[in-house]
C-alpha cells in the first residue's frame, strides 16, 4: 500500500483541494492543521466526496511524520510560523513540497503584486528553514484551489516543479500525475521557483479579467513521459 | 492598405521572424536596423520567403517614423541605447511595443536568471524613456524566435500582452493575432511586465531540458474574443 501523503495546512482551500483529489485517486492521505478538530472536520468533508477515502486529520506536527513526502499548502504569511513549528518534526531523507505564493495580499496588498523574499523565493524561504536532509521542492503554485476543489471540475494544465535533485521532483511529478488533467513539468533548480511563484499573482490578474480560474500550460513539449 | 509596422532591430531572430510572419500575413513591414544595409539584407530574406512581400529595410530613426506601432525587439543589453536614439524620433500616439526581456545574458550570466531593474521591467525601463504621449506595451517576451522564424513551423500558444490601456493592448493584440497559431492575452498592466518577462527566462530553462522551444498557453480562458 502506497505511503499517506501529509498536507500541512490542508483546511485550506488548495490543501483540501489536493487531499480531495488524491484520495479519490486511491492515494491515502493526512490533513494536517493546527487544530486537530478542523483536521478532522475536513477529512470529513473529503469522505462525503469519496465515502472510501483512506484520510484522517491530524495536527500538523503528527501529520508531518506520517508520510515522506509532506505538501505545505499554507498562505505565505503562515509559512515561517508552520516551518518554525516542523523544526523538530521534519526528518532527514523527508521532502517538503512548498506550495506558498509570496503575494502582497499576505500584508494586506493586492494579490496581483507579489513580495520580494530575500532567499529569492518563498521555497527557497522554506529550504533554509527546514532541518538539514529535508529537500525542499516547490510545486503547485498555478493551480486553482477552487477548481482543483470542485470533484466533477476537468483539469487540464501543468504544475511546473521547481527543485534541486531530479528524483525528488520526479517522486513529487508522480504524485501530481495522479490528478487526471495534470501534467508536472520540470520547471529547473530550487532558484526558479522566483519565477514560478510570480505566475500565480499574474493568473490571479487573468482571473479577474477574464472571469475565470485559469491555469498555465507550458507547449511544445511533446508527449514522453520526462520523468523517467 | 494597412499602415506599416515598423520592427527596430529586425535583424535579430525575434525582429525577422516577426517581420516574416507579418508580411506573410499581408501586413507592410519596416524592418529597421542600425545599419540599412543590414535592414536592406534582412528585408531581401524576407522577400526569399514571401516574394510578395511589402517589406523594406530602414536605419532605425527612419523605420520608426513609418507606422503608428513600433515594435522595439532588440536585446536587452541595447535596449536603452536604442530608446535614446529614438526620444527625438518617437512622436505622441504612437505606441512602442516591447519585447526585450533582461536576463542575465545581457551582462555575461545565465539566460535562465533574470537582472532586476530599477523600474521593474525593461517594459517599465522603456516607458520611463520614451517621449510624453508615447505609449508602451510589453509583448512577445514568451515567442520562441526560432520557431517564429521558421516559415513552416506551426504555432500554438499564448502572448501575453501588458500596458496601461487596454485600447492600445487592443490594437496591439490585433497585430500579434494576424499570425496564424497566435492568442493574445490581456495580462494587466503595465507592471505584469515583471512577472511576464522572467517567464522567458523559465522557458529557456525548459529548452534546455526537454530539448525544445517551449511557449506558453494560458488555461481555461474559453473561446470568446476578449479584445472586442
Known sequence: MAEPIPII??????????AMRLTVAGQPVVIGSRSAERAQEAAGRVREVAP???????VNDEAAQRGPIVFLTVPFRAQSENLNNLRDVLQPEQIL???TVPTAAAVGGKATRTLGVWQGSAAQQAQEMVPDGVTVVGALHTLSAKTLGEPDAQLGEDILVCGDRKADKARVARIIELIPGLRAV???ALETARIV???????IS???RYKTHAGIRVTGLGEEDHWG
Do not use: H, R, Y
Request: charged content about 15%; some cysteine; aromatic content about 4%.
Open 97 to 99: 513540497v512548498d506550495c
Open 186 to 188: 520540470n520547471a529547473g
Open 197 to 203: 511563484e510570480q505566475i500565480t499573482s499574474l493568473l
Open 9 to 18: 495546512g490542508a483546511t485550506g482551500a488548495l490543501g483540501w483541494g489536493l
Open 206 to 208: 487573468v482571473n479577474a
Open 52 to 58: 472510501d477515502a483512506k484520510v484522517e486529520g491530524l
